[in-house]
């Protein structure tokens, strides 16, 4: 966290210091940082809730990795059934591949249509031919 934020030399800074993400002052001492925070539960890691906040006790929490991919500034957030969810978790809800989805919103498809469609399975190449 603090490398990213206050290391320029550290190949992480671009997408943080130089964004003008800070540590908060209480944290620039890791005692503090644990009173807020508490010990890293197993198979969690720091999270930024709002990704252009700073590192401050309001503004983090422990998260999955799954969490944490769902919560980036690079994900499309897409509403479907009035519910707001990115692209990835569309994906996973309606059984439709990532890459389907991305493309037929690059084609102008509805939101909706794009995540909740079905992927309709084809024929293996060469099926429908003839047998000599």
Known sequence: ?????????????????ALGIKVCD???????????????????TLDR??????????????ATKLQQANNTRFNRILLVDGKRMTLSEAGRIWK????????RLELGWDESDAAKRTVRKHKPYGANERKV
Do not use: L
């Not at 209480?26 to 969690?44: H, I, L």
């Open 1 to 17: 966290m603090r490398y990213r934020c206050e290391n320029p030399k550290k190949w992480q800074y671009k997408y943080y210091g």
């Open 26 to 44: 209480r944290w620039q001492f890791f005692a503090n940082f644990v009173a807020d925070m508490g010990e890293r539960p197993e198979g969690m």
């Open 49 to 62: 809730i709002n990704n252009d906040g700073n590192y401050e006790p309001s503004n983090c929490q422990w």
């Open 96 to 103: 439709v591949p990532f890459k389907t989805i991305w493309r």
